[in-house]
């Protein structure tokens, strides 16, 4: 069965470095959205994409954030300075459309770990 | 959105059946009852979705009540791998984009 990929399963970085993390969407998916979940919290969505921009976005999804496709396969989440608060797991989702009868697909994440 | 509301805990029997409950009383005709679980800090893991008619797909069977106030996901034979959050999520047709993760539901199924 075709699953989200995402690459790296922990990152450990600095406070005030710069991250990116990378995701594999599934292939014949068109919508792509990135959600964080801090340790003990729920899970938020963070931002959607898709034809190369940013469809819908949260409050949380702030300029310190950012998203690109930089080619036909992979999406990427970039924190341009990093802060302790962003330490969480981060979670890419396909999906084949936006309609409600449209389930989105999650990775296993990526830990990212600030320190 | 509509809201849902999910007891925080539950336990069952390994081999038995495993019924999760969801309230979304003030669900709209066109919005669709979804459920994700996940695996201890895994990804959500999509398992079903319907907007009135019951469904059964080879993980689980969605009832949804006539009214659409309530439904129930149900587990035919759970197993210890069973044991996740569930997450009952009520999205809106022409959803946009986003899913709203409540609380959810921690099933433990026990030996």
């Known amino acids: 069965e075709p699953e989200v990929t995402q690459t790296p399963s922990h990152q450990v970085t600095q406070m005030g470095q710069e991250v990116i993390l990378r995701c594999v969407p599934i292939?014949?998916?068109?919508?792509f959205y990135w959600y964080r979940q801090i340790l003990g919290q729920k899970v938020e969505f963070l931002v959607s994409?898709?034809?190369?921009?940013?469809?819908?976005k949260s409050e949380i999804f702030d300029d310190q954030f950012s998203v690109e496709r930089p080619d036909g396969s992979n999406f990427t989440l970039k924190i341009r300075s990093t802060k302790l608060e962003d330490s969480a797991m981060y979670f890419c989702?396909?999906?084949?459309?936006?309609?409600?009868?449209?389930?989105?697909?999650f990775g296993d994440g990526t830990r990212l770990s600030i320190l | 959105d509509a809201k849902t509301t999910q007891p925080p805990s539950m336990d069952c029997a390994e081999g038995r059946a495993a019924n999760l409950p969801c309230n979304h009383s003030t669900i709209s005709g066109n919005e669709y009852v979804y459920w994700y679980r996940q695996i201890h800090s895994q990804g959500p893991q999509y398992i079903i979705h319907?907007?009135?008619n019951n469904e059964t797909n080879e993980m689980a069977s969605l009832i949804i009540t006539e009214d659409r106030k309530s439904s129930t996901l149900i587990l035919p034979h759970a197993t210890l791998r069973d044991t996740a959050v569930y997450y009952c999520i009520v999205r809106p047709y022409n959803a946009g984009n986003m899913l709203t993760f409540g609380g959810g539901t921690r099933l433990m199924v026990k030996p």
């Open positions: 989702a396909s999906s084949d459309g936006t309609f409600s009868n449209q389930p989105q697909h």
């Open positions: 319907g907007l009135k």
């Open positions: 292939s014949n998916h068109l919508y």
């Open positions: 994409f898709y034809n190369n921009e940013i469809s819908e």
